[in-house]
């Protein structure tokens, strides 16, 4: 299997930087990606990382070491409303289904 | 422009009974997929559609499981003698297709099973 591990319960303050980080034990893939959840909500796209590097996207950066089976988001300034699931997802084939880890809750703390 | 609409949003119904949920992409998306996630959980693929015909099926955890897009639009995940194990929110996505492109997920149907 992909074995795509996460921490399951992050906490962080209003303003901080919080880095949530994604590993994983496979190859081949296409790409990464990290998406964000709110409670009864559908996820929502956040990132993509195909080659190796930081992408960043205002307070929101993602970072991928395919040699270290390794990814991270980073979010910076946080807001109360950053509370949410954070969930790395693999992709293998164009097109193809997602598999993703099992997410990161993140609780932003005034 | 409008996202990727599910309903029913919510579904109660009696163990043994059978299910319809229905998936609306975004216009003009080719690929369009059904995951589920159970609480806590990562959504767990279960089939995706290019187009009319089913491109992987693999997730499918069982032949009671089916799944239908019979004109590349809309489709229909049906579900057979229900059990509570299928409890769970059942999410839709759709993507143009290409691997460096999003997919768009909608909010979901949540289903339960007495």
């Known amino acids: 299997g992909q074995n795509i591990d996460q921490p399951t319960e992050m906490t962080a303050t209003e303003g901080a930087i919080v880095q949530i980080n994604c590993t994983y034990q496979?190859?081949?893939?296409?790409?990464l990606f990290w998406y964000q959840q709110h409670a009864g909500e559908a996820p929502t796209f956040l990132s993509y990382n195909v080659l190796d590097g930081l992408e960043e996207k205002g307070r929101f950066s993602s970072f991928l070491s395919r040699s270290k089976g390794y990814s991270y988001l980073l979010l910076k300034e946080l807001q109360m409303k950053d509370s949410a699931s954070y969930l790395c997802a693999l992709i293998y084939n164009q097109g193809g289904k997602l598999i993703f880890g099992q997410g990161t809750e993140l609780s932003v703390k005034p | 422009g409008a996202g990727v609409s599910q309903t029913p949003s919510n579904k109660v119904t009696e163990k043994g009974k059978y299910v319809e949920l229905r998936c609306d992409p975004i216009?003009?998306?080719?690929?369009l997929y059904w995951y589920r996630q159970s609480l806590g959980q990562g959504p767990e693929f279960l089939i995706y559609f290019q187009g009319t015909g089913a491109a992987d099926d693999s997730g499918l955890p069982n032949d009671r499981f089916f799944a239908v897009r019979p004109e590349g639009s809309v489709s229909t995940l049906k579900i057979q003698r229900t059990e509570r194990g299928d409890s769970a929110v059942y999410l839709c996505?759709?993507?143009?297709?290409?691997?460096?492109?999003?997919?768009?997920f909608g909010d979901g149907t949540r289903l339960s099973i007495l």
């Open positions: 216009s003009g998306h080719t690929a």
């Open positions: 496979t190859s081949g893939f296409n790409g």
């Open positions: 996505a759709s993507s143009s297709g290409q691997s460096n492109q999003p997919q768009h």
